[in-house]
């Protein structure tokens, strides 16, 4: 369940338009899935039509920063990183990201 503040962050970005085209209304996507990081905290929640929530998640989010340059921009601002050697995503905090590697 969430907390009253996890709810006014959830309705605040549901206000957002999609990361990707600038379209509402928005799903409210989980850059690391729920199921793996009962995350949800700002850096971990993004703004996206059904259209682009759906693509996510059939072609994945390495696709999604290659092709849309607002997703990139999205995983940048939001310390982000892919890492090529381990072939996952990593973030600033908490996965052990070094980007002086």
């Known amino acids: 369940m969430r907390?009253?503040?996890?709810?006014?962050?959830?309705?605040?970005l549901k206000n957002k338009p999609c990361t990707v085209c600038g379209k509402s209304p928005?799903?409210?996507?989980?850059?690391?899935t729920w199921g793996s990081s009962?995350?949800?905290s700002l850096s971990n929640l993004m703004p996206l039509c059904r259209q682009h929530h759906t693509m996510k998640g059939f072609?994945?989010?390495?696709?999604?920063?290659?092709?849309?340059?607002?997703?990139?921009?999205?995983?940048d601002n939001n310390g982000w990183k892919y890492c090529?050697?381990?072939n996952k995503w990593m973030h600033n905090?908490?996965?052990g990201y070094d980007d002086t590697i």
Not at 3 to 12: G, N, P, V
Not at 26 to 32: A, C, L, N, R
Request: aromatic share 18%; charged share 35%; hydrophobic share 30%.
């Open 3 to 12: 907390t009253k503040i996890q709810d006014s962050i959830f309705q605040s």
């Open 26 to 32: 928005v799903d409210i996507d989980h850059f690391k």
């Open 84 to 86: 090529e050697f381990l």
């Open 93 to 95: 905090e908490g996965d």
């Open 38 to 40: 009962r995350d949800n």
């Open 59 to 75: 072609r994945g989010r390495k696709f999604m920063y290659d092709n849309f340059n607002g997703y990139a921009k999205w995983c």
